[in-house]
C-alpha cells in the first residue's frame, strides 16, 4: 500500500493542518475522523489496484467521495469528480474522455456499475485496517464536470496546486472551524469548501442530495457550523426553514450566482454576528475575488491591477481571468481552448461598471433582446428581489409579434402564493412591483407580465433553473 | 366584459404605466397615433393572449396587420371567434 510522498498532496496538508486529531467529516449517516486515516483506509486493500490509474469517482453519497479524494490525491493519475445528478447517458462518454480504467463506488451507483472497466473499488466510511508505505507520489489530475452548451458535460482539469491556490492554510482561528456547504463537493464551489475545511485545519459537515433542507440545517445545526457558503438560490430557501434560526455562523458565503443587494441584506439582517461575504469563481477560471462589504458588486480597483494574484479584465463586456488558480484545460470532446492565447479565461459573466463599483448583470448568452434593447434578467430579478413583498424571482423572455421579445417575470412571495380569492389583491401587487420597477428600470426592462408562483426550480448546482 | 372593452381598458391601463398621453380612442384612431409606442403594443398583445388566450398577430391568417383601433378589435375579435 502506498502512502504519497510529494508534499503537495491532500494527504499532507490535511495531516499539516493542525494534526486531524478531533477533526470530522460528518456525512448525512455517518462520521469519520480524520485521523482514522493514518492507519485504516475507506477504500481497504483495494485502493492498492488504484495506483497510476484514472478513476471515476461515482459514489453515492459525500463523505465516501470525501474519504476517496484524500486517500486517492498523489496516489491516482486522474481522478474525475462524478456529480451524484450525472444522466446516466453521459457516462460513457466522460469515461472515454478521461480514459477512466477504474471506478471508485460505494452501494448505489448503478450506471457504472454497468460500465466496461476492469476495476471496480468499494469504499466505505466504515474504514477498514491498512498498512502504508511510502510510494513516489505522483501530481494526481483532478477532473471537475461542468454543463457544456451542446449537452454533454465538458470536463475540466485541474490539480491540487491550482485548486488550492485561493485556500488560505491553517491560521491560529480555523482550527475550531467547522465548515459546512449546500453545495456538493464534486462541484467547483463545494470542493472550495472541503479544502478550506482540510487545509484550514477544520471540520467539515456534508450536504446530501437526497435530505430536506430542514434535515440538512438542523444536522449543521448539531455540529455548530461556523462558515457555511451556498447560492444566492440555496439561501433564500434556506432562510424559509425555521431551522435555518437555530444556528450562529461566523461567517456567511455566496457564490454561484449573482449576489444582489436584497440577500446580501437579508442575509445580514438573518445572522447579524455573521460577516457574510459573495465570492466570484467559476470551474474553469477558478476563485477570482471575495467581497466582504456587504455591498453589492465588487470594487472596480480590481480590475487590471497589476502584479495581483488574478488578473482581470474586461473584454466585450464580459471578465476575463487570468490566474494560477485557472484550470488546465478541458479533457476529450470538441471544445474551444479553456483559455485565450494571453492565458486569459472568458467567464461569460457580463460585467457594468458604475463610478468605482462593478457589477455582474448577467450571462453573456442570456440576453433577452426587446426590440433591439439588451435586457440581462439577472438585473431585472435584482430589482424585483428588493421589493419588500418578494421572496425571488426568474425574469425571461416571451416572444412578441411586436418587439421580438418582452421581458416577464415569474415572482414567489414572502408571505406564500396567493389565493383565488385573493385575485384582486394579486393584481395590486402585480401593479406595485412593476411600478416598483420602473421607478429603478428603462421601460424595456420593466416586467411585461408578472406571474406568481409557489416556488421556483433550482437545478442540483444551486442556482435557478432557466429555461 | 366585451373583447372592445377590454382592449380599451387595456390601452388606458399601459398608457398609465408607462407615462403615455393616450388619445382620445375612437375607433378610426390609427394605432401609431394612439400615443403608444411599440413596447406599450407589445405588453398589450402579450397581455390580451394571457386574457383571451390568442395572439393573431402569430396565428392570424389575415396578413393585413391592424392599422385603427377599429382594426384592432376586429383582428381579435375574429381570431376569438374561430
Redesign the interface.
Known amino acids: 500500500m502506498l502512502r504519497p510522498s510529494s508534499p503537495g498532496s491532500l494527504w499532507h496538508a490535511v495531516a499539516a493542518a493542525a494534526g486531524p486529531s478531533r477533526r470530522t467529516l460528518w456525512g448525512a449517516e455517518a462520521g469519520v475522523e480524520l485521523a482514522e486515516l493514518f492507519e485504516r483506509s475507506s477504500l481497504g486493500d483495494g485502493r492498492e489496484v488504484l495506483c497510476g490509474r484514472s478513476v471515476l469517482l461515482a459514489t453515492e453519497g459525500q463523505l465516501t467521495a470525501a474519504l476517496a479524494l484524500i486517500e486517492l490525491d498523489g496516489v491516482a493519475r486522474r481522478i474525475v469528480l462524478c456529480p451524484p445528478d450525472l444522466p446516466p447517458e453521459h457516462v460513457d462518454f466522460v469515461m472515454a474522455g478521461a480514459a477512466i480504467d477504474a471506478v471508485v463506488a460505494d452501494r448505489a451507483t448503478p450506471a457504472v456499475h454497468a460500465a466496461p472497466v476492469g476495476f471496480v473499488v468499494a469504499c466505505c466510511p466504515e474504514t477498514r485496517p491498512a498498512a502504508f508505505s511510502t510510494g513516489p507520489g505522483v501530481a494526481t489530475e483532478w477532473v471537475l464536470l461542468t454543463s457544456g452548451t451542446t449537452g454533454l458535460p465538458k470536463l475540466v482539469a485541474h490539480n491540487f496546486a491550482t485548486l488550492t491556490a485561493p485556500v488560505q492554510r491553517a491560521g491560529p482561528l480555523a482550527q475550531a472551524a467547522v465548515w459546512s456547504t449546500f453545495y456538493d463537493i464534486r462541484r467547483y464551489g463545494g470542493l472550495q469548501i472541503l479544502l478550506r475545511a482540510l487545509l484550514g485545519g477544520g471540520s467539515m459537515v456534508l450536504s446530501s442530495a437526497n435530505e430536506p433542507v430542514g434535515e440538512f440545517l438542523r444536522r449543521a445545526a448539531r455540529h455548530r457550523i461556523t462558515h457555511i457558503s451556498g447560492t444566492p438560490s440555496h439561501w433564500r430557501r434556506a432562510m424559509m426553514s425555521p431551522e435555518a434560526r437555530q444556528f450562529d455562523p461566523h461567517y456567511v458565503r455566496l457564490s454561484g450566482e449573482i449576489a444582489d443587494q436584497a440577500i446580501l441584506d437579508r442575509l445580514a439582517a438573518f445572522f447579524p454576528r455573521a460577516g457574510v461575504a459573495h465570492a466570484f469563481a467559476s470551474t474553469e477560471a477558478g476563485v477570482a475575488f471575495e467581497v466582504g462589504d456587504g455591498r453589492a458588486g465588487f470594487p472596480a480597483q480590481l480590475i487590471r491591477q497589476s502584479g495581483a494574484a488574478v488578473e482581470m479584465k474586461i473584454e466585450e463586456g464580459s471578465l476575463r481571468i487570468r490566474s494560477p488558480r485557472t484550470a488546465l484545460g478541458y479533457l476529450g470532446g470538441d471544445d474551444a481552448p479553456l483559455a485565450a492565447a494571453d492565458g486569459f479565461v472568458d467567464t461569460g459573466d457580463m460585467v457594468e461598471q458604475q463610478g468605482e463599483r462593478c457589477f455582474f448583470v448577467g450571462r453573456k448568452g442570456g440576453i433577452i433582446n426587446?426590440?433591439g434593447q439588451k435586457v440581462h434578467p439577472e438585473e431585472v430579478e435584482a430589482v424585483i428581489n428588493a421589493h419588500p413583498s418578494v421572496d425571488m424571482a426568474m425574469v425571461r423572455s416571451?416572444r412578441?409579434?411586436?418587439?421580438g421579445a418582452?421581458v416577464?417575470a415569474d415572482v414567489v412571495l414572502r408571505d406564500g402564493f396567493p389565493l383565488d380569492g385573493d385575485r384582486a389583491d394579486a393584481e395590486i401587487l402585480k401593479?406595485d412591483i412593476?411600478?416598483f420597477c420602473?421607478r429603478v428600470l428603462p421601460?424595456?426592462k420593466v416586467p411585461?407580465?408578472i406571474r406568481f408562483v409557489p416556488s421556483l426550480d433550482v437545478t442540483a448546482a444551486g442556482k435557478l433553473a432557466r429555461r | 366584459m366585451s373583447i372592445e372593452a377590454l382592449i380599451i381598458a387595456q390601452f388606458e391601463q399601459v398608457a398609465q404605466e408607462q407615462n403615455k398621453i393616450l388619445a382620445t380612442l375612437q375607433p378610426e384612431t390609427t394605432l401609431i397615433e394612439s400615443g403608444l409606442d411599440s413596447l406599450c403594443m407589445a405588453i398589450i398583445v402579450a397581455r390580451l393572449e394571457d386574457a383571451l388566450g390568442v395572439d393573431p398577430f402569430n396565428t392570424a391568417e389575415d396578413v393585413d396587420f391592424p392599422v385603427t383601433l377599429g382594426d384592432f378589435v376586429k383582428f381579435y375579435e375574429n381570431a376569438a371567434t374561430k
Open positions: 426587446v426590440g416571451r412578441s409579434p411586436i418587439t418582452i416577464v401593479r412593476a411600478e420602473g421601460a424595456q411585461a407580465v
